[in-house]
């Protein structure tokens, strides 16, 4: 059961939700180009951010099924391949961490998740199982790049092209 449908934009928590998931992903693949070596700080930062991309979309799609969002702008066809591309993305989001995470896993390593606590690694390395979730993992990355493309692109076109509301529900100025 939904307990509130906003009229005209998204909730506070969706928004915030939105955007430390954002700036966390963001930062996750930043810190890859600064310093992708296994064992460096920059990679155990990236390790627990993404993991924490993984809970907030989890939250995420928790709170849309129970709070609900507003009504899509545009028509049938805008409707769906909106609704797709957010299916996409979440999907992304959801498996994109957890591949990385089953690599950490498969290698027989820890996890420190910012310091606070550890996720323990299998007990024996299993090659198999690192190269399958790499593979994953590196695919799911070349096309989560271009999701966000087309998302951020899209953002754009109905702010700037369609001059509809879209952007604007989202940010809370209307």
Known sequence: MKIFVPTEHFSSVSKVV???SAIAFIAALLL????????SAAFN????LGLLVLVLYLVRITWMNWAGKPKALG???EKFAAHMA????YGI???????GLLIALAKAKDT????LFSIPGFSERNSGLIDFAYSAHSILEIV????????????????FILKDETLSRMMGKK
Do not use: K, R
């Open 18 to 20: 939105h955007i430390v």
């Open 32 to 39: 890859m180009f600064v310093n992708p070596t296994a064992d």
């Open 45 to 48: 930062l990236h390790q627990s």
């Open 75 to 77: 028509n049938n066809m």
């Open 86 to 89: 957010h299916m996409a993305l």
């Open 93 to 99: 989001l959801v498996f994109m961490p957890l591949s």
């Open 112 to 115: 420190v998740v910012f310091g």
């Open 144 to 159: 989560c790049y271009l999701l966000v493309a087309a998302h951020v692109g899209a953002a754009l076109y109905h702010h």
